[in-house]
């Protein structure tokens, strides 16, 4: 039975037992008069790892939380079966990574823009906390941070990533929408799960106090980590340019473009060549951005950056 008071958070987690963390945070917000949550967790995991931590630390919050286990080695199974959950008792669905936490007026910041802007889809910001041993060049670009949407030609958000993504599901409930199991160990699968809804008619709006940050692992501020990040979200992005018009002319024209924009890019990165400064790194991300969109436009088998995390 769906409860219009109910608002689900949809946690997908995979060996991480710091997603303890996320759940403490989530204890502190503040919950709008008349509202309720329940944390629904999706344990990506075979072995079902994370099961006896999430009873046992349920048994002593005062918050709602619900296990599934939604194997394995895929997101998207895990994304689904919370979205699936939600559908089935909620009004909305709100994802956030569990390695993320969250301002106390998170929620309302979320709910206040879903209504006033009749959103069927609201993102907030999230903030990387870079350790100090990080590069001080990725520090610079600040590459894991999303501070703002990317706003399309068409001065509307077309897409969206879904580490702190509110999701209104009266619209799933009329368009029958899942996240891809082909993107489900890359990545990528949020991405095009929300160009499918901006295609169908979806809205998405932005909330600037809606904000969640996550620690970096040291492990994700190294260049060849960054670089196969950068590649595969240029796959994704070439797929994308194929939703939107899958005619050959369209995807000879979109591989020149997004060749040249690797050539260019390449030489900017020559400039910087004995300098190890942010700019350098800038544009050789930038080289391996588009060589990705070449790659999925291609249709090129999408790079598995994850495998036994996410």
């Known amino acids: 039975m769906i409860d219009p008071n109910l608002i689900t958070i949809g946690l997908c987690t995979y060996?991480?037992?710091?997603v303890t963390d996320t759940l403490d945070s989530l204890a502190k917000i503040?919950?709008?008069?008349?509202?309720?949550?329940?944390?629904v967790l999706a344990d990506n995991s075979v072995e079902a790892d994370s099961k006896t931590l999430i009873e046992s630390y349920a048994d002593q919050s005062p918050l709602a939380i619900h296990y599934l286990h939604a194997p394995a080695s895929n997101i998207s199974i895990a994304r689904n079966a919370c979205l699936e959950w939600a559908l089935d008792h909620s009004q909305y669905l709100i994802f956030l990574d569990d390695d993320e936490f969250v301002v106390e007026n998170w929620l309302n910041a979320h709910l206040d823009t879903a209504q006033r802007e009749q959103a069927d889809v609201v993102i907030g910001p999230v903030l990387g906390i870079y350790p100090e041993q990080a590069p001080e060049w990725v520090k610079a670009l600040d590459l894991q941070s999303v501070k703002e949407p990317i706003?399309?030609?068409?001065?509307?958000?077309?897409?969206?990533?879904?580490?702190?993504?509110?999701?209104?599901l009266d619209f799933i409930r009329q368009?029958?929408?899942?996240?891809?199991?082909e993107y489900g160990r890359s990545g990528g699968e949020d991405?095009?799960?929300?160009?499918?809804?901006?295609?169908?008619?979806?809205?998405?709006?932005?909330?600037?106090?809606?904000?969640?940050?996550?620690?970096?692992?040291?492990?994700?501020?190294?260049?060849?980590?960054?670089?196969?990040?950068?590649?595969r979200c240029g796959q994704t992005h070439g797929k994308m340019l194929l939703l939107d018009n899958p005619s050959t002319f369209n995807r000879l024209k979109q591989i020149f473009l997004a060749g040249a924009k690797a050539g260019f890019s390449y030489i900017y990165a020559l400039r910087f060549i004995n300098?190890?400064?942010?700019?350098?790194?800038?544009?050789?991300?930038?080289?391996?951005?588009?060589?990705?969109?070449?790659?999925?436009?291609?249709?090129?088998?999408h790079l598995t950056q994850y495998g036994d995390t996410h």
């Open 30 to 39: 503040a919950i709008p008069n008349g509202k309720q949550i329940q944390i």
């Open 191 to 231: 991405s095009i799960f929300f160009r499918q809804l901006t295609m169908q008619g979806g809205t998405i709006a932005f909330s600037e106090q809606a904000e969640a940050s996550e620690h970096v692992p040291l492990a994700r501020t190294e260049y060849d980590w960054l670089y196969q990040r950068r590649f």
């Open 15 to 18: 060996h991480r037992q710091e």
């Open 151 to 168: 706003i399309a030609p068409s001065g509307k958000i077309e897409t969206a990533n879904s580490g702190n993504t509110l999701i209104n």
């Open 275 to 301: 300098q190890e400064t942010s700019q350098k790194y800038f544009w050789k991300l930038r080289v391996a951005l588009h060589l990705g969109v070449v790659s999925g436009l291609l249709g090129k088998q």
């Open 175 to 181: 368009h029958p929408l899942r996240f891809d199991l």
